[in-house]
Nanobody, 124 residues
Framework: QVQLVESGGGLVQAGGSLRLSCTAS????????MGWFRQSPGKEREFIAA????????IYADSVKGRFTISRDNGKNTVALEMNSLKPDDTGVYYC?????????????????WGQGTQVTVSS
């Protein structure tokens, strides 16, 4: 089981930007697909973005496409989520997730390792 620790959350005004980071404690980071999910108040956890093992394939939720960018650095065991043009609806707890040996990355890919989450609050 890989340990995941998120950082970078905070309070930002609408239209602003934040960069989230997730660090994985594993010697085999490059075999994991990585994802970001969000749980907003009163809602179920939802898929935001995912990236395959090499960084060559990325997928986004329609609600964030064009505003958020997921990236990874396999040399540093990190995955990042750059969030621009933030909206109040983007408020929530953001979770990093990992899954080994994902053959084909989709929005339905199931992730079994999760971080504790980091709070993002966007004020209007």
């Amino acid at each position: 089981q890989v340990q995941l620790v998120e950082s970078g959350g905070g309070l930002v005004q609408a239209g602003g930007s934040l960069r989230l980071s997730c660090t994985a404690s594993t010697r085999a980071f490059s075999v994991y697909a990585m994802g970001w999910f969000r749980q907003s108040p009163g809602k179920e956890r939802e898929f935001i973005a995912a990236i395959n093992w090499s960084g060559g394939d990325t997928i986004y939720a329609d609600s964030v496409k064009g505003r958020f960018t997921i990236s990874r650095d396999n040399g540093k065991n990190t995955v990042a989520l750059e969030m621009n043009s933030l909206k109040p609806d983007d408020t929530g707890v953001y979770y990093c997730a990992a899954e080994k040996f994902v053959a084909t990355l989709t929005r339905a890919t199931e992730f079994t390792s999760w971080g504790q989450g980091t709070q993002v609050t966007v004020s209007s």
